[in-house]
């Protein structure tokens, strides 16, 4: 694996916390009861053709959007998570333990498990996860532990067909709060960062910069309980998220353009559902749920409510990322 030296490179010592990541993880706590979820009444519908990147018990797998060709790209006994794709699909990073603490490692997509071909962008005994790329696939934003607390680090990159070969600057730091900040999630226009924080005594969605400045809630969510896993539609048009109003994780959208809009619930199950990731073309999304007694991926169409089961292993299926439409098989 190669190592990237940064121009500009910022640490403070400090103590290690308890990765704060993991307060998000939902609860599984025994028996779920019966959905209630409004019957498919749309079953010709079908999502668009792709293929869905994911975690799966600590290994990266890729599988299409009808549910085929799953596939494994980097198994072994390191823990490989979080996958996300450069927007023209050829190359992926994901959070990777295989240096002994959590990275943030690019590589091939066409040959990911290839540690020739790997790249630790953030190199550094803290932990980082969470990393996710901008629009024009030169800069990545990522959540880090490594000052002592979870902040959002801003890192640019320089790359030569599917290889870095360098990082221009960062890891830069964004954030400066005492408390929890992860989930980084850019805007389409490369202008703004949504990301999950629990200042203000509850999970909850913040916009800022991406310089940093300007850090305030998202507009139009405080009438909602607990927010967390920003992620905005390619389109640019809505933001998909999960609310907690004091029992189970939904997934929920809310309207951008209207200046009226209200936050769209989606999910209506008793099962936890979270980290939602969006179609190519907007129209569709694929979260993580652990209804039917185990964590798996589903598929919704916005349109519709149409729910449609991706994946049923014993293994926890979950970070999904859909790959740009440009490089689709």
């Not at 307060?23 to 779920?32: A, E, F």
């Not at 320089?158 to 989930?183: C, K, M, S, V």
């Not at 959208?253 to 209200?262: P, S």
Request: proline share 9%.
């Amino acid at each position: 694996m190669k190592h990237c030296t940064p121009l500009l490179f910022i640490i403070l010592f400090a103590t290690i916390l308890q990765p704060a990541c993991q307060k998000l993880s939902p609860p599984r706590t025994g028996p779920l009861p019966v959905a209630t979820a409004t019957p498919d009444t749309h079953p010709s519908v079908t999502p668009p053709p792709g293929r869905i990147a994911f975690t799966s018990g600590g290994e990266l797998h890729v599988i299409h959007s009808n549910g085929s060709a799953r596939e494994v790209l980097i198994q072994g006994e390191t823990d490989a998570r979080m996958p996300a794709w450069s927007p023209d699909g050829r190359q992926i990073a994901f959070v990777s333990t295989q240096e002994g603490n959590q990275e943030i490692v690019v590589a091939a997509a066409a040959s990911p498990a290839d540690t020739t071909r790997q790249t630790n962008i953030s190199d550094h005994p803290g932990a980082d996860y969470a990393p996710t790329w901008s629009s024009n696939g030169r800069r990545l934003l990522f959540a880090s532990q490594r000052d002592g607390n979870w902040g959002i680090y801003l890192i640019e990159l320089q790359t030569r067909f599917d290889d870095i070969t360098a990082i221009l600057y960062g890891p830069l730091r964004l954030t400066y709060n005492t408390f929890y900040e992860g989930h980084p999630t850019w805007s389409p226009d490369n202008e703004h960062v949504a990301y999950t924080s629990d200042r203000g005594l509850k999970w909850q969605i913040y916009i800022m910069d991406t310089n940093g400045g300007d850090q305030k809630p998202f507009p139009g969510l405080s009438s909602l309980g607990s927010t967390a896993y920003p992620t905005w539609s390619p389109d640019g048009t809505h933001l998909a998220f999960a609310v907690n109003e004091g029992e189970n994780w939904e997934i929920y959208i809310l309207n951008l353009v209207r200046e009226d809009a209200v936050p769209q619930r989606l999910t209506h199950h008793p099962a936890q559902d979270w980290d939602p990731a969006w179609s190519p073309d907007s129209q569709w999304l694929v979260f993580t749920s652990d209804r039917n007694y185990n964590v798996d991926l589903y598929l919704l169409h916005i349109a519709t409510g149409t729910e449609i089961r991706l994946t049923d292993t014993p293994a926890a299926d979950m970070y999904p990322d859909w790959q740009p439409a440009k490089d689709e098989e």
